[in-house]
Each structure stands twice: as C-alpha cells, then as structure tokens.
T-cell receptor, first 117, second 110 residues
C-alpha cells in the first residue's frame, strides 16, 4: 500500500460518455501527477499540480480535463475519448514538485485501466 | 528532449544468478537517476536513487551504478529470486519532473 488510491480500477466507456477518474493521497504531499501508460511506451506525464495549482500540461488534448480541489485529491474528467486513449492511467504524488537540482520520489497509485470502445 | 533506452524489453535469468539491467540516455546528464519496480496491474514503486557524483549505490541485494561519461546506469539484482520478477523502470530528473524509460520485464526462472 503506497498511500495513493485510485478509483475506479477498471473502466469501460463509449466515445460519447463522460466519466471521471479519482485519485486520493494520504501522505500529506503537495504535488500530484497524472500519467498515461500504454503498452511498450514510457510513462507519459500528462498533468502536474503543486499546492493545488496546475504547473504542467504536457500538450494533453482537451478531452482530458484535470481538477485538483485540494492537495489530497486529484480528478481526471474524460469526455468524448478515442479508442487510442485506452491505457493505464496512473496517479502519483510527491512531497513537492521536484526540480533538476532537487529530485522528489514519486508514490504511485495502482492505476485505472481504461478501455474506450 | 531526453531519450531514455532500457536495453531490452524482456530478460530471463535463472534463480540465484545476478540480473543486470541497463538504462542509457542521450542528451544532458541528469543530476539524479531513479529506479522503480512495477508489478502487473500495479503502479511503479520507488527502489533507489543515485546522484551524479555517486558511482554506486546499494540496498540489500540491489546495486545501481551511474556513469555520466557513458550516459548509462546499470541496475543489478544479486541472488535473484522468482519474487524479483517484475518490470523495472529507470527515471531521470528533467527540468521539473521525472522522465521514464519503457522498462525491462525481468523473469526469474526457478
């Protein structure tokens, strides 16, 4: 148990559906992250929040919309997704957002396996 | 941008042997490099961090080396066990975030 939980663990949705992924961390961390993991590809950073403020948007399509109401919770709202969006979506947290001179270990949740039909 | 390559997609070794996984990167040398373990259906779990001025780091049966001249890190698991079977990811610190390799799936055969 890493202290980061994600719900749901599995999700199947049609291209016209709207759904949300939820992440909660119980570690008292200030930074939270969304990653996408597809087969045979490295983890792709999607969004970063530090102290509830979005600090990174890695050119993610607008059909993915993050929300961070407080430092412990992070949501990813999904709307009109495409089949190529099917992947494992991982949430992570760290004490603070790392820098090149001060790395931060990230703690990951178990992920949400998303299938878009 | 940084490109990270992990030597092979999959590696099979016999129980009791030493597993050696490779992480190569291009472009700039990061100040820090991390290794994570990922089991099927789970998120990555942090294992070790090594700084650019450290040549070697150990933790129990794990050893990591960092050669900034070769732009390479090696990850060793000595006396490997079937429970060590997992995917191992290397990650480099970028401007403000971590950049991950694609991982090497290690299988330790009893």
């Amino acid at each position: 148990e890493t202290g980061v939980t994600q719900t749901p663990r599995h999700l199947v949705m049609g291209m016209t559906n709207k759904k949300s992924l939820k992440c909660e961390q119980h570690l008292g961390h200030n930074a939270m992250y969304w990653y996408k993991q597809s087969a045979k590809k490295p983890l792709e950073l999607m969004f970063v929040y530090n102290f509830k403020e979005q600090t990174e948007n890695n050119s993610v399509p607008s059909r993915f919309s993050p929300e961070c109401p407080n430092s412990s919770h992070l949501f990813l709202h999904l709307h009109t997704l495409q089949p190529e969006d099917s992947a494992l979506y991982l949430c992570a947290s760290s004490q603070d957002q790392g820098t090149s001179g001060s790395p931060e270990t990230q703690y990951f949740g178990p992920g949400t396996r998303l299938l878009v039909l | 941008s940084q490109k990270i390559e992990q030597n092979s997609e999959a590696l099979n070794i016999q129980e009791g042997k030493t597993a050696t996984l490779t992480c190569n990167y291009t472009n700039y040398s990061p100040a820090y490099l991390q290794w994570y373990r990922q089991d099927p259906g789970r998120g990555p779990v942090f294992l070790l961090l090594i700084r650019e001025n450290e040549k070697e780091k150990r933790k129990e049966r794990l050893k990591v080396t960092f050669d900034t001249t070769l732009k390479q890190s090696l990850f060793h698991i000595t006396a490997s066990q079937p429970a060590d079977s997992a995917t191992y990811l290397c990650a480099l610190t970028g401007a403000n975030n971590l950049f991950f390799g694609t991982g090497t799936r290690l299988t330790v055969i009893p």
